[in-house]
């Protein structure tokens, strides 16, 4: 890459200002040049996560494993892909969707990997590719959309993109595992219409399974429900026995959990969702199960219960602890009204059923965990519908009744327990070992956010889902309803009094659906090893109350015509782009309106997870870098300018150049495409004359400014570090003029230096792919930094025109850059790439840096090296809230451990 116009500017000298820089637009034209580093590899790629990329068979093992195994990464035949649960009203569907393409290594990937000595799946007996699982439902009585369904994904066969189908091979021998009635029920239909055999799983052994999958490998499964308020549990691997499991489904099981395959139905109960479902369609004539449950949320129960207060002439009978209003007979009053069923309202008539029903639930499972000693009840099956007004009944039950002993929890992934356990019981995945870290759930927009007739997973295809949010946009379809939530109630004498969440509308079916996102395999994650407490870890700085959440739906909301300007312009600014730009501005306003209702929907949600979000929905509609252009500026700007720098920081002695390169860093960390105020910045200059005026404003002590300290830890001359992981953040001067330095002066000390970059763009940030040209170039310059690339096999080839200027340094650690496993703004350390995490091993520096990955996450985390923090915080609010500052305010924390 050559230095344009830019090489004309003069140093960016470090006391005084001088000269013209490159005039920095904050209109990208989208019609740049190729990005500075090739993004072939990425293009393909969707999600804030890379894909496994095990290609080519390999021996993977260590000298420790006896039985090293060969991964034949790219051999699919054995991989199993659908599984079923065929229910007495509702069919589930899990299906695994292997990634479509398998990303080629580039040389630094393959020369880091080696050098890194990776083995990914080297303790597995099986092969597990990278992938995603979705979860898709069907009434029963519609079993014809649900064949249809498998049969247009060709789901039986390995779906579209299998060896199988593309042989046109005839699927006589595929076996699909299956449990619930239905397995038995439609064996011979699924033969006759996909020639398939189902083969039969018990249903109990599956819903056990299930449910012990999720409790183990998702993060956020597992919520309270009480009073209106949810809240999620982490249920710790390590003690999730004994529990008992109660599926409501359309009857009850109640089975008693011991442990993985242990397990005893204890009890069940006839009285259960199709009860509801049953009994309210024959008194209301509701048409489907979710017209019944929105009456509910109209109705009121008094007019057809008898309550402790209509008996004893409505008083309390307190000496019991009953309150007036505590149902003492369902359905009681009407014996003596008089009444027609015609009389009645509907709602009433919902709303009396649904309480009896979840009360009744509540309480013979509360029966049941105290007959065998357990505090914890989890609920599952589809009658629960992630409603919020029958999880607070039956929650309110387990209270009342067990005194506050026993706590009833429910599951977002409810419904599919035993489709997954079905799913789970193919041998040959090896899914089983999966824990959380490998597992990434995504939500993306499709289909199943509204729901409507459509079931299923998101749109694949870009242009069905733009027309799709181009008809929802035009319809004005309400995307969400609000989440029914009163004020805490009064539990009054701690009778059954009514529960407090009951609003006006239900969410639609398949936006409750939403809570269940697609869950993305990346065997490849890790979580960072240098981590102090992974349990305890929490990368969100700041809890998104509802509060923090409005303030960052409005900055991001406001941030957005800008954001799909740029996205539109990286992508030549074809109508097409066009089109997409507003199906993304739609897709990521609709995905903000939800959280705003529910910021819990998606699991436990903080700002990190939101501005993934972003990035996310952006590459849903294929936009994979909006910045691209005005990183390539910024950057080619940058180099221009860093062999004045490198001479001006070369002629320090070491103590002030150390200052000035820390100063260096925070200065240029202004170049921050995500910050509105920094945006408003760009339109004031050059990018020299910004970072020159950044540099000038380098005012210590600085907001938190642990530098004496790092210094004198970093000089000591008998203690020297040996490996230094460096978290870079942003394109163009961050990197250019701040981290880069940096990272050269390590070397000079004879540290070895790994940068660490972001797997997939996400504003401005440098990729780990971009990331070697920029070493490169900046090479050129410097021997330093070009001797320890060579040795990092950063550049393999001899370049020719070196100024070799380090013919004296006798710097042969090497620099490296790996990939932190993230396509965000933001990192969260218990999902890292393997290749970090290898890398990390030996680390006993963690440099941090930027807002997103110090501040918005990690400020608080706790590493087992030492660990500098350095960003500059470009927001005001987010100054006020931790530092008690300012915007520019800049922080430098160091943290040693000892
Ligand atoms: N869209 C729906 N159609 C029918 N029933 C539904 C629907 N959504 C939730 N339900 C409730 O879920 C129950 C079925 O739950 P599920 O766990 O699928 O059990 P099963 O395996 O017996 O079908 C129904 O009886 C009903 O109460
Ligand atoms: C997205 C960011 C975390 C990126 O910051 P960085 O990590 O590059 O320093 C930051 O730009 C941010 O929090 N922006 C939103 C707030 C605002 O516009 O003020
Ligand atoms: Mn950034």
């Given at each position: 890459m050559a230095a344009n116009n830019s090489s004309e500017a003069p140093i960016p000298p470090l006391e005084e200002a001088g000269g013209e820089g490159v005039k920095h637009e904050a209109e990208a034209d989208g019609k740049g040049k190729a990005p500075a580093a090739s993004t072939t590899t990425m293009l393909h790629r969707s999600g804030s996560r890379p894909q496994l990329d095990l290609s080519g068979a390999a021996i993977h093992g260590t000298l420790e494993d006896r039985n090293p195994t060969i991964l034949l990464p790219n051999q699919s035949d054995d991989i199993s892909h659908l599984a079923l649960d065929i229910g007495g009203s509702l069919i589930k569907l899990v299906y695994f969707s292997r990634h479509a393409d398998q990303s080629t290594e580039d040389k630094r990937k393959l020369s880091t990997k080696k050098r890194l000595e990776i083995f990914t799946g080297a303790r597995r007996s099986y092969p597990v590719l990278g992938g995603r699982l979705h979860f898709v439902k069907f009434e029963t009585g519609k079993l014809n959309e649900c064949l249809d369904f498998i049969s247009s994904k060709q789901l039986h066969r390995g779906g579209v993109d299998s060896p199988s189908w593309r042989s046109g091979a005839q699927p006589d021998n595929i076996v699909i595992k299956a449990t619930g009635g239905g397995a038995y029920k439609y064996a011979d239909l699924f033969k006759e219409r996909l020639g398939v055999s189902l083969e039969k799983e018990d249903e109990m052994d599956c819903l056990v399974a299930g449910s012990n999958f999720l409790l183990k490998a998702i993060r956020h499964e597992a919520f309270t429900h009480m009073d209106g308020q949810k809240e999620y549990v982490q249920i710790d691997q390590n003690d999730m026995f004994p529990y008992l499991l109660v599926n409501v489904g359309s009857g009850v099981s109640i089975i008693k959990v011991d442990g993985h395959g242990k397990f005893q139905r204890v009890s069940g109960t006839n009285v259960g969702g199709g009860t509801y479902w049953g009994l309210g369609r024959l008194m209301t004539e509701c048409k489907s199960f979710d017209e019944l449950l929105e009456l509910s949320q109209r109705g009121d129960n008094s007019t057809i219960d008898m309550l402790v207060g209509d008996i004893y002439g409505g008083l309390d009978y307190s000496k019991i602890g009953l309150s007036a209003s505590t149902i003492a007979s369902s359905f009681g009053k009407t014996i003596s009204d008089n009444k027609e069923l015609s009389e009645y309202r509907p709602e009433d008539i919902s709303l009396s059923l649904l309480r009896m029903i979840s009360y009744n639930i509540g309480q013979i499972s509360y029966l049941n965990a105290l007959r065998y000693g357990l505090k914890r009840i989890l609920f599952g099956g589809f009658f629960i519908r992630g409603h919020a007004y029958t999880m607070d009944t039956i929650s309110f039950a387990v209270h009342f009744w067990s005194k506050g002993e026993a706590k009833a929890m429910f599951l977002r992934h409810e419904g599919f327990l035993g489709a997954l356990g079905a799913f789970m019981s193919y041998e040959k995945h090896g899914l089983d070992d999966l824990s959380a870290h490998h597992l990434v759930e995504r939500f993306p927009m499709g289909a199943p956010y509204v729901g409507g007739k459509i079931h299923g997973p998101p749109l694949g295809d870009l242009n069905e889902k733009i027309s799709w949010m181009e008809k929802f946009v035009q319809k004005g379809t309400q995307i969400t309803a609000p989440v029914p939530m009163g004020a805490p109630a009064t539990t009054g004498m701690g009778g059954f009094e009514r529960p407090t969440s009951k609003g006006d509308i239900l969410r639609s079916d398949a936006s409750a659906a939403l809570n269940v996102g697609v869950l993305h395999l990346v065997p490849s994650l890790d979580v960072f090893p240098l981590l102090e407490d992974p349990k305890t870890y929490e990368p969100n700085t700041i809890d998104l109350d509802h509060n923090e959440f409005k303030y960052w739906f409005t900055v991001l909301s406001d941030h957005l015509p800008d954001l799909v300007e740029k996205a539109v312009a990286s992508e030549g600014g074809t109508d097409d782009a066009k089109r997409r730009g507003d199906a993304f501005a739609h897709a990521f306003s609709a995905h903000l309106a939800r959280l705003m209702e529910e910021p819990a929907a998606y699991g436990k949600f903080g700002l990190a997870n939101l501005l993934e979000l972003r990035e996310e929905c952006l590459r849903e509609f294929q936009f994979f870098d909006a910045y691209v252009s005005i990183k390539q500026r910024e950057n080619e700007a940058s180099l221009a300018v860093l062999p004045d720098l490198l001479m001006e920081l070369d002629s320090m002695d070491e103590e002030a150049r150390l200052l000035a390169l820390i100063e260096g860093v925070l200065a240029a960390n202004i170049f921050d495409w995500g910050s509105k105020a920094c945006v408003d910045l760009y339109h004031q200059g050059t990018i020299i004359e910004i970072y020159r005026m950044s540099r000038k404003k380098m005012q210590r002590p600085w907001r938190i400014d642990d530098f004496d300290m790092f210094k004198k830890r970093m000089l000591k001359k008998d203690q020297p570090y040996k490996k230094a992981l460096i978290s870079v953040d942003n394109s163009g001067a961050d990197v250019v003029l701040g981290m880069l330095p940096l990272a050269r002066e390590f070397l000079r000390h004879g540290i070895e230096v790994v940068l660490v970059a972001n797997s997939l763009p996400a504003l401005n940030d440098i990729t780990a792919n971009e990331l070697p040209e920029i070493v490169a170039e900046a090479a050129k310059h410097c021997g330093i930094l070009r001797k320890a690339a060579e040795a990092g096999g950063l550049i393999v080839d001899a370049m020719a025109?070196?100024?070799?200027?380090?013919?004296?340094e006798p710097v042969s650690v090497p620099l490296m850059v790996v990939e932190n496993g993230c396509g965000s703004p933001c990192i969260d350390f218990r999902q890292v790439s393997s290749e970090l995490a290898a890398a990390a091993k030996d680390a006993d520096l963690l440099i941090l840096e930027g807002m997103g990955r110090a501040l918005h996450t990690n400020l608080n985390a706790r590493f087992k090296c030492d660990a500098l923090k350095l960003a500059m915080v470009k927001n005001q609010r987010l100054a006020e809230k931790l530092f008690n500052g300012n915007i520019y305010d800049c922080i430098c924390k160091f943290e040693p451990v000892s």
């Open positions: 025109g070196i100024q070799d200027d380090a013919k004296d």
